[in-house]
């Protein structure tokens, strides 16, 4: 079955702080992994999407590494701000239609 | 900014009551989907369409029914609405790879 399973459930750091959360996948075959940011009550936002053979992809303060042999990624979040309070979630794409969705990480900054 | 809506925002109904959430897009994309999500836990897919006339059941089964006359457009109805209906929906629709699914603004439902 394919899953998207993330860790940690939820996260606590003090603002400035360097944190990295994890996704691990079983989607077969795999298209592509995303990773949103999702403020309370509002839409998901893209941060970054990555193919098979792409290992790495940053967007300013995020970094995701993707590892396709052992169907790993994570997201790095460098000199965290308030701002990065949200929940982070992890997207699997099987192809261009299914996206399997994690669970999500609840990060929180705190000052 | 991504160019898809979502009406109303927010809406409070009574129970029994028919309501039909809208949803927008304006990129041209074929593939629309509906999430629901209750606060602070994931998204679940409830419906989605591949282009017009094609229209799916995602992975959590729900008493809504949609229907994709236009591309732009991805109604989501509940022909009788319960509480058990309270909940956040949103509406996503995304391109060709390597685009993202952009999503709406969502609707929080609540029924009393």
């Keep these: 079955?394919?899953?998207?399973?993330?860790?940690?459930?939820?996260?606590?750091?003090?603002?400035?702080?360097?944190?990295?959360?994890?996704?691990?996948?079983?989607?077969?075959?795999?298209?592509?992994l995303r990773w949103y940011k999702q403020d309370t009550g509002r839409g998901p936002v893209?941060?970054?999407?990555?193919?098979?053979?792409e290992n790495t992809k940053s967007n300013g303060?995020?970094?995701?590494?993707?590892?396709?042999?052992?169907?790993?990624?994570?997201?790095?979040?460098?000199?965290?701000?308030?701002?990065d309070s949200a929940s982070y979630i992890c997207v699997v794409s099987e192809s261009n239609y299914q996206l399997i969705w994690g669970a999500g990480t609840k990060l929180i900054i705190k000052p | 900014?991504?160019?898809?809506y979502q009406t109303p925002r927010y809406l409070v109904i009574g129970t029994g009551k028919k309501i039909t959430l809208e949803c927008s897009q304006t990129m041209g994309h074929d593939k629309m989907y509906w999430y629901q999500q209750d606060p602070g836990m994931e998204l679940h897919l409830i419906h989605y369409s591949y282009g017009v006339n094609s229209?799916?059941?995602?992975?959590?089964?729900?008493?809504?029914?949609?229907?994709?006359?236009?591309?732009?457009?991805?109604?989501?109805?509940?022909?009788?609405?319960?509480?058990?209906?309270?909940?956040?929906?949103?509406?996503?629709?995304?391109?060709?790879?390597?685009?993202?699914?952009?999503?709406?603004?969502?609707?929080?439902?609540?029924?009393?």
Excluded: W
């Design chain 2, 1 to 4: 900014e991504a160019d898809i």
């Design chain 1, 46 to 53: 893209s941060l970054t999407i990555m193919t098979f053979s």
């Design chain 2, 55 to 112: 229209t799916e059941k995602g992975d959590l089964s729900s008493e809504s029914t949609v229907s994709r006359i236009r591309t732009e457009h991805f109604p989501l109805t509940l022909e009788s609405a319960r509480p058990s209906h309270t909940s956040q929906y949103l509406c996503a629709s995304s391109g060709d790879f390597p685009k993202g699914a952009f999503f709406g603004q969502g609707t929080r439902l609540t029924v009393v």
């Design chain 1, 61 to 83: 303060r995020y970094t995701a590494t993707l590892d396709a042999d052992t169907k790993q990624s994570s997201l790095h979040i460098t000199a965290s701000q308030l701002s």
């Design chain 1, 1 to 32: 079955k394919n899953q998207v399973e993330q860790s940690p459930q939820s996260l606590i750091i003090l603002e400035g702080k360097n944190c990295t959360l994890q996704c691990n996948y079983t989607v077969s075959p795999f298209s592509n």
